[in-house]
């Protein structure tokens, strides 16, 4: 049920690359999580250098501009703080592994949400009454 969204610089990666970005973000829930492989939902968006502005070097990183991207994750709000490291650290090294970039040029955020607030369509909240399997 995770649901991530790229914002990745312009022109940077090409078709193959950002489908092989999409893949790693739903392997990170089968290695990570233990999560179905069906449960894929990624929005990938590009932005130009006068839209998408990362720091270089803030918390000691060593981010290339060319190839930065910010991750945000929509999650079960449910998850333990183990998930949360092991779903940063498999998505880390499965984008690195996907498309050759730097582990500093990824930067995460986890946006936790009640398990409620999630439609997978038909207009039903269909975790309202309970939670995922996994």
């Known amino acids: 049920m995770p ?14 690359e950002k489908r092989s ?5 739903n392997q990170t829930l089968v ?20 839209e998408l502005f990362i720091h270089p070097t803030f918390m000691d990183m060593n981010r290339d501009p060319k190839n930065a991207m910010i991750v945000t994750v929509l999650l079960g709000a449910h998850r333990p703080l183990e998930d949360k ?20 040029d990824i930067f995460v955020a986890l946006i936790p949400a009640p398990n409620e607030n999630f ?16």
């Open 3 to 16: 649901v991530f969204t790229a914002y990745l610089p312009k022109g940077r990666f090409s078709p193959e």
């Open 21 to 25: 970005i999409a893949h790693a973000f």
């Open 31 to 50: 290695q990570g999580l233990g999560i179905p492989e069906g449960d894929h939902f990624v929005v990938l968006s590009e932005h130009g250098n006068d």
């Open 85 to 104: 490291r092991a779903l940063v650290s498999t998505l880390n090294r499965l984008v690195c592994e996907a498309v050759d970039i730097s582990s500093d």
């Open 119 to 134: 439609s997978f369509g038909r207009g039903e909240l269909q975790l309202a009454e309970g939670s995922p399997k996994w």
